[in-house]
C-alpha cells in the first residue's frame, strides 16, 4: 500500500514567522518531495510589508486564514498538519477544548519554538495543548517534559510530543573559519531591543564606525531586521531605530553602510558576524561565518535581553569584550555547546514522522477526506 | 491584547486630553519624560556609568590608536 503524501500547512504572520514558514517548508520538501506544502497567512496578526511578502514567498502562493478559516483549517480534515512557530491565541483557544482535540480528522498540531527564547517558560505554556511541541535547547525539552507534558493514564498517551529543534537551528554543516577570511564584508546584525537606549545603539555605531576606520578594505555593514516605516505592528518595536541615528553621526566613515538585505544575502559575503542580542549569531554558526556577540555595550545594565543572552551563549566561547571586538578577534564555537543548541539536519523527515504517528496513533482519522465537511466545533 | 487596551476607556480618555488645548501640552511633555531613557534609575547609577566609562575608554584608545580618519 501506498502512503498518501502529507498535507500540511504551514502559518506565518509577520517576518520571525515568515522566515520560519519559509525555512521549515524547504525542510519538508527536502525530507518528502510529494508532501503538499501550503502556506497560510494568519490575518487577524498580519504584519508584513510588501517588500517582506516579495522576498520571501515571490510567487505569491499562499492561502489567507481569518478565524473562521483557522478553525476550519483545523478541523475540517483538510490538513494532515499544522506547522507553526507561533500558537496564535485562537489556535490555543480551540486546541484547549477536549471536545475539539478528540474530533477525528482534526489537523495535528505541530508547534515550534518562534526562535531564541529568552524567556521560554510563556511560550512552553502556551505550546502545551499542541499536539506535538519542538524545543531546544535540550534543557528547555527536559524542562518542558517535567512542567506542561501530561502524564500517560489507562485511555490517553502522554502528551504533547516533545521533539528537539529548530529549522534556524540545524547542526552546521560548515566547519567554523579559524582565522578571519581575507575577503569578504564585516556585519552588524542590529535587533530591535538591544541596545536599548539611544546612547547605547549610538556607541554600537562608534564602534562600527572605529572598525570600518581600521579596516578600510571591508565594508561594514549595519544589517537591518527591516526598515523604519516598516512592521509597525510589529511584536518587538524599535524605538531608536540606526538609519536615524546614523543621520546623526557627524562623520560615519564610507565604508559604513546600511542593508535591509536578507540573511542569506548577508551570508554570502559575510566574513566575520557581530551581533549584540540577536537570534542571528545561530545563523552565522550554522554557516560557518566568524561570530563575536558582544554584550558590553553602554547601558547594558538596562537592557533585560542581556542576562539571558549570557546565560544561552555563557559557555559558547563566543561572548567577547569590546576590545576583543574592536581588533576582531574571534573564537570557535564550543563543540559540547552546539550539540545542546543544534539538532540534527533530518528535522524535516522527524517532523514527517511524528505527523504520520500522531495521525496513525490516533486511529481517529475518517477513511477518505472530506473536503467540503463542515467543522462542528466548540467556539 | 495591546489592540483591547488601545480601546479602553482609561487609553481613549488619556488620548483625548493629550488634545485638549488646555491640558494637552504638558501631559504630552509628561509622556515625553516618562518615556525617556533616563527614565529608569538604572540609567543614573554608579554601576552604570562607571561601566559605560570603560567601555568609552576602550573606543578610544582603540580610535585614538588608528586615528579618526582611515
Known amino acids: 500500500m501506498t502512503r498518501r503524501a502529507p498535507r500540511i500547512l504551514l502559518l506565518f504572520s509577520d517576518d520571525s514567522t515568515l522566515i520560519f514558514a519559509a525555512r521549515m517548508r524547504a525542510l519538508l520538501q527536502k525530507a518528502d518531495a510529494p508532501s503538499e506544502i501550503v502556506m497560510g497567512a494568519y490575518l487577524p496578526e498580519t504584519a508584513l510589508s510588501d517588500r517582506q511578502l516579495r522576498q520571501f514567498l515571490p510567487d505569491g502562493r499562499y492561502e489567507i486564514l481569518d478565524k473562521p478559516a483557522l478553525t476550519e483549517a483545523l478541523m475540517a480534515g483538510h490538513y494532515d498538519a499544522i506547522v507553526t512557530s507561533r500558537v496564535y491565541g485562537h489556535l490555543n483557544t480551540l486546541l484547549s477544548k477536549a471536545l475539539n482535540r478528540q474530533k477525528a480528522g482534526r489537523a495535528r498540531v505541530i508547534a515550534f519554538l518562534g526562535g531564541l527564547d529568552f524567556f521560554p517558560h510563556r511560550g512552553m505554556r502556551n505550546r502545551r495543548n499542541c499536539d506535538a511541541v519542538y524545543l531546544f535547547p535540550r534543557s528547555t525539552c527536559d524542562r518542558f517534559r517535567k512542567t506542561e507534558v501530561r502524564p500517560a493514564t489507562q485511555e490517553v498517551p502522554a502528551w504533547p510530543h516533545v521533539g528537539f529543534g529548530h529549522p534556524a537551528f540545524l547542526r552546521p554543516q560548515k566547519t567554523p573559519v579559524a582565522t578571519l577570511p581575507e575577503k569578504g564584508d564585516i556585519y552588524f546584525f542590529t535587533q530591535a531591543l538591544s541596545p536599548s537606549t539611544a546612547r547605547g545603539r549610538m556607541h554600537m555605531l562608534k564602534v562600527m564606525a572605529a572598525i570600518a576606520r581600521r579596516n578600510p578594505d571591508r565594508t561594514v555593514w549595519i544589517k537591518l531586521r527591516h526598515l523604519p516605516n516598516e512592521n509597525t505592528r510589529h511584536l518587538h518595536r524599535e524605538r531608536h531605530d540606526y538609519p536615524s541615528l546614523a543621520e546623526r553621526f557627524p562623520d560615519l566613515p564610507a565604508n559604513v553602510k546600511l542593508t535591509a538585505c536578507t540573511m542569506d544575502q548577508a551570508m554570502r559575503n559575510a566574513a566575520l558576524g557581530v551581533t549584540c542580542t540577536s537570534t542571528a549569531a545561530i545563523d552565522l554558526l550554522r554557516e560557518g561565518v566568524a561570530t563575536i556577540i558582544h554584550l558590553d555595550y553602554l547601558d547594558r545594565a538596562l537592557d533585560p535581553l542581556v542576562a539571558p543572552m549570557q546565560r544561552l551563549f555563557n559557555d559558547s566561547n563566543l561572548i567577547k569584550p569590546l576590545d576583543d571586538l574592536l581588533n576582531l578577534r574571534f573564537s570557535s564555537p564550543d563543540t559540547d555547546w552546539l550539540s545542546r543548541m543544534f539538532c540534527p539536519p533530518d528535522l524535516g523527515a522527524d517532523v514527517l514522522r511524528v505527523i504520520e504517528a500522531l495521525n496513525g496513533s490516533s486511529d481517529r482519522r475518517p477513511p477518505a477526506r472530506r473536503k467540503q465537511a463542515k467543522a462542528h466545533t466548540q467556539p | ?70
Do not use: C
Not at chain 2, 14 to 22: A, D, F, K
Not at chain 2, 46 to 55: D, I, V
Not at chain 2, 63 to 68: M, N
Open chain 2, 1 to 70: 491584547m495591546i489592540k483591547n487596551l488601545k480601546k479602553s476607556f482609561l487609553v481613549q480618555g488619556i488620548y483625548r486630553l493629550s488634545r485638549n488645548p488646555l491640558f494637552g501640552a504638558p501631559l504630552r511633555a509628561l509622556v515625553r519624560l516618562l518615556r525617556h531613557d533616563g527614565a529608569n534609575a538604572a540609567y543614573w547609577s554608579r554601576t552604570n556609568r562607571r561601566h559605560n566609562r570603560a567601555q568609552r575608554a576602550v573606543l578610544a584608545r582603540f580610535e585614538a590608536e588608528t586615528g579618526k580618519r582611515p
